[in-house]
Nanobody, 126 residues
Framework: QVQLVESGGGSVQAGGALRLSCQVS????????FAWFRQAPGKEREGVAA???????SEAASIQGRFTISRDSAKNTLNLEMHSLKPEDTAVYYC????????????????????WGQGTQVTVSS
């Protein structure tokens, strides 16, 4: 029913930029939260950024000032614009959604989300 499909991953040099997109289909809820997560080899899944239907935005402290989350209602996509990429940003990036609002202390926890994309690989070389 609900489907999320990421695209835009690839390889980039350190200091470069990359834009990820998550195509959303079968999702008609007016109250919702969306988020981007990532998982690097040997590490746990980490929340990157989140936004909800009341315009609340949450960001991981480690990426403040470098990543921007947004939603394009016309194209029905969730986007993540990444700048000043570092090798430690290398990971599989996932988009996720849940049809409810989340307080800030829960917005970047993967257990809160029930719909997930398949992931897209981002590799940053030094």
């Amino acid at each position: 029913q609900v489907q999320l499909v990421e695209s835009g991953g690839g390889s980039v040099q350190a200091g470069g930029a990359l834009r990820l997109s998550c195509q959303v289909s079968g999702y008609t809820y007016s109250t919702y939260s969306f988020a981007w997560f990532r998982q690097a080899p040997g590490k746990e899944r980490e929340g990157v950024a989140a936004l909800d239907s009341e315009r609340s935005v949450s960001e991981a402290a480690s990426i403040q000032g470098r990543f921007t989350i947004s939603r394009d209602s016309a194209k029905n996509t969730l986007n993540l614009e990444m700048h000043s990429l570092k090798p430690e940003d290398t990971a599989v990036y996932y988009c996720a959604a849940v049809p409810k609002l989340l307080p800030p202390w829960r917005a970047l926890k993967d257990g809160e989300y029930i719909y997930w994309g398949q992931g897209t690989q981002v590799t940053v070389s030094s």
